[in-house]
């Protein structure tokens, strides 16, 4: 048979995927896509890689994969010929408060390593990424744009929430089951009252419902330009999700055509310096996840772009807080949806001037064009900008003595923003929850938490579980917690991660000692932590202490992240940059 598959002619339009399949000598490639089903007209189409972190490690994974067959008949329709790509996931929500949260920021550069090696590898012409977990969000966007073929990245939804039973009925998230947790410690509450909500919190497939990690990430996509408006919250258990993934796709067919032609915006044209102070803005006027500011340092630099902790911190500073939603509000994702979506929040602060409207987009228009036909502002779960919840934010990175290269503080729905005592010091994780689980500690404590940083840990662990121990016991707004390791998007309170340098790279954290005066001020004008010692004093203590605490021995995965990892204030990454492509958009 003849066909323009077997013809040695240079192809047009220039699809990358002409390597693999063009030609006498790829005959025997061909025999490959035969043997997956494709015959010669789907061979000689755009090959797009369809990514998803479905799978049962996770209710926010398991219906990704339903979700990824609707985008492939998308793509299908759209001229395409998809493959579907399943990668790796860890679950934030089963590694808590145990070793195995180790491996949960480490799977974020695994995912995109994943993605980089299979496009790569097998030259397909696009990207169809979705995630719904805390770190396979910014690993499928890092991939994106390493990579840098047309893109489209979509959350795959968050869970519906539960109802507490009884009389009560409010809404009830999993972040409620940890805070039950310490109810029991501290004698609030009985194990059947735990049962109940351990049973009732999470009813549905799903990322956790409030402005967490995962719905932050998902936020972040639409704002950075490479998810379609209106995407990210709509529940991943609702139908409107087919038709969405559908038409996401063939969006995508379009961007892969005209790239083809030589036209249309690849990821690095998307996700500029622009795109990432956008982004920030949308994290600081949700009171979002602290993890962001990790997270998209991470995809600036597969960008190219030199976008660290401080330039996070501008943004952040200059935004309003205008949606209140949980853990320091009162609604949740789904809320979001019913009002409108995140393009609600985009376009108001658009309209403000807290974002920049010219960056662009993946189907080729500006951010300004898409947000165009988005609602108002329904003034109760979104406010209007002249009536924000706060005027600078729901997010702080506070600097000083303790913490030089920087701290991050969630600040929406704190009561105070100012807070001195002493040090609480401890040398890891098992040490604090023990510590804690046993309410060893006093009102007006500053418990520090060290040698849980990228290197240190290795991995950088989260610390939700402490955190919502804390808010059951009804101490969560009478102590500070400091910490080189990160929390959780859903953590509340006084509660400061990512403090850098962390105590494996010699940082002042690693210098402190229990009764040390910790003075914390989060108010505007301040973003201040440090402590009562002087250089000196910090210097001396560090060379007494001399090697850092090496942990519990580790090999394979661990050994080689320990080895290759960057500070936490430069988003974690592991490898360098392309320095062909490294640009400065500052």
């Not at 809404?171 to 049973?199: C, F, K, P």
């Not at 932050?216 to 704002?223: F, K, L, N, P």
């Not at 006027?285 to 500011?293: F, H, L």
């Amino acid at each position: 048979m003849t066909d323009s598959t077997h013809d040695d002619r240079p192809a047009t339009p220039g699809f990358r995927s002409e390597i693999i399949r063009r030609g006498t000598i790829r005959a025997t490639t061909r025999s490959f896509l035969h043997a997956l089903g494709q015959d010669d007209e789907d061979i000689a189409r755009p090959h797009i890689g369809v990514f998803h972190t479905g799978g049962e490690m996770s209710p926010c994974n398991l219906n990704l994969r339903d979700q990824a067959q609707h985008a492939k008949t998308g793509i299908y329709a759209g001229g395409g010929t998809p493959h579907e790509c399943p990668v790796v996931s860890v679950s934030d929500g089963l590694t808590m408060a145990h070793s195995g949260m180790r491996f949960s920021l480490i799977s974020r550069e695994l995912i995109a390593d994943s993605v980089e090696a299979s496009v790569r590898g097998h030259q397909w012409d696009g990207i169809f990424a979705i995630g719904a977990c805390d770190k396979n969000l910014p690993g499928l966007m890092m991939g994106m744009v390493r990579c840098n073929v047309p893109s489209v990245f979509v959350h795959g939804g968050s869970a519906l929430p539960g109802q507490m039973p009884g009389p009560d009925g409010r809404d009830l998230n999993v972040v409620d089951t940890y805070e039950t947790i310490g109810q029991v410690l501290a004698g609030t509450a009985t194990e059947r009252d735990l049962e109940a909500m351990s049973q009732a919190c999470l009813p549905t497939a799903g990322a956790c419902a409030g402005q967490f990690t995962a719905n932050t990430m998902g936020m972040v996509s639409e704002a950075l330009g490479l998810a379609p408006i209106g995407s990210s919250m709509v529940p991943a258990v609702f139908s409107e999700r087919a038709p969405l993934m559908r038409r996401a796709a063939r969006q995508l067919m379009q961007a892969v055509f005209a790239s083809a032609n030589g036209g249309g915006p690849l990821p690095r044209d998307i996700v500029t310096r622009k795109a990432l102070e956008n982004a920030c803005a949308v994290v600081s006027a949700t009171g979002g996840s602290t993890n962001a500011a990790l997270h998209l340092p991470a995809i600036a630099h597969e960008a190219g772009v030199r976008f660290h902790l401080d330039d996070v911190a501008e943004v952040f500073a200059r935004t309003p807080l205008i949606a209140d939603l949980r853990p320091g509000g009162k609604y949740l994702a789904r809320d979001v949806y019913y009002i409108g979506g995140a393009g609600v929040i985009l376009r108001t602060l658009l309209a403000q001037g807290f974002l920049h409207g010219d960056a662009l987009t993946f189907t080729g228009r500006t951010l300004a064009e898409e947000v165009a036909g988005a609602n108002d502002p329904d003034g109760r779960v979104v406010r209007h900008v002249g009536e924000p919840i706060t005027r600078d934010g729901g997010l702080a990175v506070l600097k000083g003595n303790l913490c030089p290269e920087g701290a991050l503080l969630k600040t929406a729905g704190l009561k105070t923003l100012v807070h001195r005592g002493p040090a609480r010091v401890f040398e890891s994780e098992e040490e604090a929850q023990a510590a804690v689980q046993a309410m060893r500690y006093e009102a007006g404590d500053v418990i520090v938490i060290r040698n849980e940083g990228p290197k240190g840990s290795p991995g950088m662990r989260e610390m939700l579980g402490i955190t919502a121990l804390l808010y059951g016991q009804g101490m969560g707004d009478k102590v500070a917690l400091l910490t080189d390791g990160r929390f959780s998007g859903a953590t509340r309170g006084l509660c400061i991660g990512y403090a850098g340098p962390e105590a494996a790279a010699g940082g002042p954290i690693a210098a402190l000692r229990d009764g040390d005066m910790v003075s914390i001020d989060a108010t505007a004008g301040a973003r201040s932590i440090s402590v009562d010692l002087t250089a000196e004093e910090i210097v001396m203590r560090l060379n007494e202490r001399g090697g850092v605490n090496a942990g519990v021995p580790h090999g394979g995965l661990l050994e080689k992240y320990a080895l290759s990892v960057r500070p936490a204030h430069q988003g974690a990454v592991t490898h360098s940059g392309a320095v062909t492509w490294l640009r400065d958009e500052s």
